[in-house]
């Protein structure tokens, strides 16, 4: 089932219309209105390091099992900035159950995270709207607003 971005009812899988606005349904174009949800996440206490090289190595292996848990429930890392990644869900397609699966990868990023090396642990907040996706002079999905 395919969620419309604008008004959010359930479409068959392979419906290229919505059901019931009749929006065009697919992959985020350039300038197009979506309803997803953020998924932000960032490292409250990986400690200090005297050695750059470990903060680096710290570092990456967080941004390394936040990836792969967000991209395991629908997510898309769109960009991170010191401890702190924003991932989203219904980039590039929508889907009528992002905000569970966002929920659920938040659960699972607490227990995962307890699993790297030193004293980390992650704050999460989840938002769920409208936004832009895409942008025109690039190839890459992006989300704003």
């Known amino acids: ?3 419309c971005h604008r008004c959010g009812a359930g479409n068959r899988a392979g419906a290229r219309f919505c059901g019931r606005c009749g ?4 992959s985020a174009r350039a300038g197009v209105r979506k309803m997803v949800t953020v998924l932000f996440a960032d490292a409250v206490s990986t400690g200090p390091y005297d050695d750059v090289e470990l903060g680096v190595r710290a570092t990456n292996a967080f941004y390394d099992l936040l990836r792969e848990v967000l991209e395991r429930y629908g997510g898309t890392v769109e960009r991170h900035a010191g401890d702190a990644v924003m991932a989203v869900f219904g980039v590039p397609a929508a889907r009528d159950d ?6 659920a990868a938040a659960l699972e990023l607490h227990s ?12 999460v907040g989840i ?7 895409g942008d025109a002079g690039s190839e890459e ?3 704003v607003g």
Do not use: I, P, Q, Y
């Not at 938002?127 to 996706?133: I, Q, W």
């Open 1 to 3: 089932m395919v969620g």
């Open 23 to 26: 929006t065009v349904l697919g």
């Open 98 to 103: 992002d905000a569970r699966r966002a929920a």
């Open 112 to 123: 995962a995270v307890r699993e790297l090396e030193g004293d980390v642990t992650v704050s």
């Open 127 to 133: 938002n769920t709207g409208e936004v832009l996706t």
């Open 141 to 143: 999905e992006l989300a």
